[in-house]
């Protein structure tokens, strides 16, 4: 076990055990990589882009450390309430959110646009993580038991795919499906879920996908052909990361960044300009630090003491993962285009403080294995 | 549904699976990086290369053109273009919440006019011609992709105002350039030629030349005929562009090290010509007054052309800015056609200046008699028509015959002496006529030289025709030039020079490429030499026996032989009394006058021939021509720049004889007709 019998003496030995500091090590060589890349992107110096971003990620760290310091059980308590408040705020989208490139997506602040989807993802991560606590206490086997969370998942993801907004919407569906692949199903109900998925993209792909999402899958299989749909951005971001080579051109050295060849260099396509500027050395790194992460919070998720713990790592795990594979393999050509963020890299506020509260969540988890 | 209980050896199993496969998708995705950052990485690379490589030909300094003693004919001089791409990269916004695109635009009608607004024109259809050559450059995709000049020759104010304006960056630059100079103006127009930008029927007939759409070539003369060794060879500098196109100020390092390196151009080549300016400059001062001829002046034994001028001639430098379409069309219509080279492009009836073809063919014939008189009545009558000549010229043998001009001599030889076309004809193509002289500038003509055949299929072989071919009228019609190289056989022994304007061409570094200064005459005489001193005995006469036709314009400072000649173009218009006839005080009924001559008589270095189109009689109006050049070019270094005409009554040096200069007079050589 981490802690040594009885209290622990002193304000450091208390900052030792009870602080995550492999969950701060990995968040902030992220976060620096991602503001020098942001930097580089805007190409403004420390100005406009990267400003925000930091001040993003600093609102973040006081919610991470106020979440970190918070027992996760009082979560239990506010979980459905938040869940509740979640689906208000998309249903509030729906009916005055701000239009941007024909999606209604982010709601006016004033000061800042807010996008409830990237909250909603984690609080259906704590929605389902009370439903899982309170299950694991009732008696086994029960099918009924599958309907209320489905529901959780159906419902929001409907109401963001009707935005629209595909990718947060098969988002959610993939964090639910990480957490149940965690906790309740069996091998048998994931080949079910996967034989079901398959038939219900076959399906959409005949009547519910929307012209231009049908698009972006022939884009993606062939760039050349559809220049203007979104293939000069593809070849362009594939230029940039084969140009990176083996230790990359050097920051803000990149041409293809530099010259302004990689339209969204700020947005979905910050991994491209990382990759230019940092080459194979640098992916790899990064992808490490992420995969580091996602690793911590499993081996954290193993460890804890109740469900709902465990099932949180999991939620903060799989939000991590899906992002970061979803966004990479867009730039690297392995899905089509969704427009999914990468954390910390790609510029935006809504992303980037619910990422931090979900590592505060993790924390806040990590620190409960600590008082065992 | 049913899941394992926390803290199970099943839960853990669960969980190592997890992250066992986000270790495999990362696996994955790490497997792709090394794809494309490390086995594709050269490709991409090349590709990011040419992304932001934009590569411009830098214009070779075009080679001068050079006269006797290295005075400047063309020069190239610094000048600022105006380059436009019309279709310039363009973020293009999509519809549909996809990110913008990189794309290539046809600039729109307001940017046009904005820069239309810019540019001073002279007219407005000036203006038209160059909004309509934008707007022909954007509709083609692929010119319309680089920078084209429209617009050489800015001013400093186009210059300062254009540079200024920003929202103009996309897609006008200025680049230094250069624009073509001739210093001697008009003067020379019809050696050097000049220079227009490259037509889209050239550039598509050859694409491996290297030309681009508004790169300017040489039209005519000297600049057409050297085109490639004037070019030199365009050079390339490479610089970095952005997405839009535009050249950054301050590029990334590894870009500007991965441009490719730069080629100097490589300067044209420099032509000396054989040509005299002064020389030229005192030709074309002698044809002042005259509305269209031409002169020519070339030595007798190598065919250097020492002068060759055509009246009138437009200023080459005038091709170097835009032409109204007013100026174009007059002159176009001009009926004194400046655009045609009178020394080679036009042909003439060579009028009595033929007349040495015509006794050259008689006296081959062996049974033919030289000395043998007639008594000229001044007319013959023959057809039923009554042929008249100018005068009674009395008793006269060929020798006189040419010295006075005598036309029944010749007549009556065609009609007793049975000198036919086809003699006449096999002579004339001996001394270089009916073909091209080979100069090789300003497409030459061929002239006429009759022939039984082309008279016969023109209609019914009249022998009226064969009595004028033998006075230099009929079909017979030759160029300026080919009379110069007639009369230079004559002079040299019979040999036909190929006339020649490049003496010498150096690279820029001045290795020689060419060197004609030694040519020497290649073909065999011609023409039996006695025949040749009989003509040449004549043709001193003409100018210095009292009773030559161009005893008046005889020279104190040099003994020049020459022959006059007054074709008679008039005739049948003279007749019609036409208002027309006289157009700008030109009278077009009025002969065309020719003198051509050489000197020294006895030790021939240079032939000129003058030609005046309707300038009256040929002592009148072209001898005075020739007298002047040669007096400029002999007499003036003979005498030291001093020669007198001779005084009245002082008899003319015989043929043979050293000249004597006048003793009673000291007025100055008048030159030209008083």
Not at chain 1, 236 to 259: K, Y
Not at chain 2, 328 to 344: H, I, M, N
Not at chain 2, 497 to 517: A, G, Q
């Amino acid at each position: 076990m981490r802690h040594r019998l009885g209290r622990p003496r002193g304000l450091w030995a208390r900052m030792r055990s009870q602080i995550d500091w492999v969950v701060i090590g990995f968040t902030l060589c992220i976060v620096i990589l991602a503001l020098t890349n942001l930097r580089s992107a805007a190409g403004v110096g420390w100005g406009g882009y990267v400003r925000d971003q930091l001040t993003y990620v600093l609102i973040g760290s006081a919610m991470m450390a106020g979440l970190a310091a918070m027992d996760h059980r009082v979560l239990y308590r506010g979980a459905y309430i938040a869940f509740g408040v979640g689906i208000g705020l998309i249903v509030m989208v729906s009916l005055q959110g701000v239009m941007i490139n024909a999606a209604q997506r982010w709601l006016d602040l004033g000061f800042f646009r807010f996008q409830p989807s990237e909250l909603m993802k984690l609080l259906l991560v704590i929605g389902l993580a009370r439903y899982l606590q309170d299950l694991s206490a009732k008696p086994r086997g029960s099918l009924r038991a599958a309907g209320p969370p489905v529901l959780m998942v159906i419902i929001p993801a409907a109401l963001v795919i009707k935005q629209p907004d595909l990718s947060t919407g098969i988002m959610l569906v993939l964090i639910s499906v990480s957490i149940f692949a965690a906790t309740e199903l069996t091998l048998k109900g994931m080949l079910a879920l996967l034989s079901t998925a398959v038939v219900g993209f076959m399906v959409a792909w005949q009547g519910l996908l929307e012209g231009y999402q049908r698009q972006r899958i022939d884009v993606w299989l062939s760039p050349e052909s559809y220049p203007e749909q979104g293939g000069y951005q593809i070849l362009q971001a594939r230029t940039a990361v084969g140009n990176g080579g083996l230790l990359g051109q050097g920051v803000e050295q990149g041409t293809q960044n530099v010259l302004h060849f990689v339209p969204y260099g700020v947005s979905d396509f910050a991994f491209a300009i990382y990759a230019e500027e940092w080459g194979f050395g640098g992916t790899v790194l990064l992808l490490a630090l992420y995969l580091g992460l996602v690793l911590w919070a499993i081996n954290i998720a193993s460890q804890a003491r109740d469900r709902m713990g465990s099932v949180l790592c999991i939620g903060v795990a799989a939000m991590f993962f899906w992002h970061v594979v979803l966004n990479v393999g867009v730039v690297l050509e392995l899905f089509p285009n969704t427009g999914l963020p990468l954390p910390f890299f790609t510029h935006g506020g809504s992303n980037v403080i619910t990422m931090m509260c979900a590592l505060g969540i993790l924390m806040s988890v990590s620190r409960s294995l600590a008082h065992r | 549904m049913s899941g394992p209980i926390e803290g199970s050896p099943q839960l853990r199993f669960r969980f190592q699976m997890i992250a066992l496969f986000a270790f495999a998708v990362f696996a994955g995705l790490v497997m792709r990086l090394f794809q494309l950052q490390v086995l594709e990485s050269e490709n991409y690379a090349r590709k990011a290369e040419r992304n932001f490589t934009d590569t411009i030909a830098v214009p070779a300094p075009r080679g001068r053109i050079l006269g006797a003693r290295r005075r400047l004919l063309a020069r190239d001089r610094p000048a600022y273009a105006l380059f436009v791409t019309a279709r310039p990269r363009v973020l293009k916004k999509v519809q549909g919440g996809r990110p913008p695109v990189f794309t290539r635009e046809p600039v729109g009608d307001d940017d046009v006019k904005r820069l239309a607004a810019l540019v001073d024109f002279s007219d407005a259809d000036d203006e038209a011609r160059f909004v309509a050559h934008i707007q022909r450059l954007r509709e083609d995709p692929q010119n319309g992709r680089y920078a084209v000049s429209v617009r050489s020759n800015l001013s400093w104010d186009e210059y300062a105002r254009i540079q200024t304006r920003t929202p103009l960056a996309g897609w006008v630059e200025i680049r230094e350039s250069a624009i073509r100079s001739f210093p001697l103006r008009g003067m020379t127009a019809s050696i050097t030629g000049y220079m227009r930008e490259i037509s889209p029927a050239q550039l598509k007939a050859s694409p491996q030349a290297g030309y681009r759409p508004g790169d300017r070539v040489g039209k005519t003369g000297i600049e057409r005929q050297w085109e490639n060794y004037l070019r030199g060879r365009s050079g390339r500098r490479s610089r970095v562009v952005n997405a839009l196109g535009v050249p950054v100020k301050d590029p990334p390092a590894n870009a500007v090290a991965a441009l490719p390196l730069p080629r100097d151009p490589i300067p044209g080549q420099d032509i000396y010509l054989s040509v005299d300016v002064e020389l030229q400059s005192e030709a074309h001062a002698a044809m002042a007054g005259r509305r269209a001829g031409g002169v020519v002046v070339m030595e007798v034994r190598t065919g250097r052309l020492l002068a060759m001028v055509s009246v009138p001639s437009l200023d080459p430098n005038l091709w170097e800015q835009s032409i109204s379409r007013k100026d174009y069309q007059a002159w176009l219509s001009s009926p004194f056609k400046p655009f045609v080279d009178k020394t080679v492009q036009e042909i003439y009836f060579p009028g009595s200046t033929y007349k040495v073809v015509s006794a050259l063919a008689m006296l081959e014939d062996p049974g033919f008699d030289p000395e043998a008189e007639i008594e000229c009545e001044g007319y013959v009558d023959y057809g039923g028509r009554r042929h008249r000549d100018s005068h009674r010229h009395g008793t006269v043998n060929l020798e006189r015959a040419i010295v006075q001009s005598c036309n029944v001599y010749f007549w009556l030889l065609t009609m007793e002496n049975n000198l036919t076309l086809a003699k006449m004809e096999r002579v004339a193509r001996r001394l270089g006529l009916g073909e091209r002289t080979g100069l090789g500038i300003n497409s030459e003509a061929k002239g006429i030289v009759p022939t039984e055949a082309l008279e016969s299929r023109q209609g019914r072989f009249q022998r009226g025709v064969l009595l004028n071919s033998a006075i230099g009228q009929g079909n017979v019609k030759t160029t300026v030039l080919q009379v110069a190289v007639l009369y230079a056989a004559i002079a040299n022994g019979g040999f036909v020079v190929t006339p020649t304007l490049v003496d010498r061409i150096e690279t820029y570094d001045h290795k020689v490429v060419l060197d004609n200064s030694d040519a020497q005459i290649g073909a065999p005489s011609s023409v039996n030499a006695f025949d040749l001193a009989r003509i040449r005995k004549g043709l001193t006469g003409v100018v210095n026996d009292p009773l030559g036709t161009a005893y008046r314009e005889r020279l104190t400072s040099v003994t020049v032989a020459g022959k006059t000649g007054t074709a008679e173009v008039g005739k049948r218009r003279r007749k019609s009394k036409k208002k027309q006839e006289v157009i700008e005080g030109w009278d077009t009924a009025k002969d065309h006058a020719w003198f051509a001559g050489y000197a020294p008589h006895d030790d021939p270095k240079v032939v000129a021939v003058a030609l005046v189109a309707h300038g009256g009689s040929g002592v009148d109006a072209a001898a005075p021509v020739v007298m002047r050049v040669l007096d400029f070019y002999l007499g003036g270094a003979a005498s030291g720049g001093e020669s007198r005409p001779r005084a009245a009554g002082v008899p003319p040096p015989l043929p043979g004889q050293q000249h004597f200069s006048s003793q009673f007079s000291n007025r100055r050589h008048t030159r030209g007709r008083p």
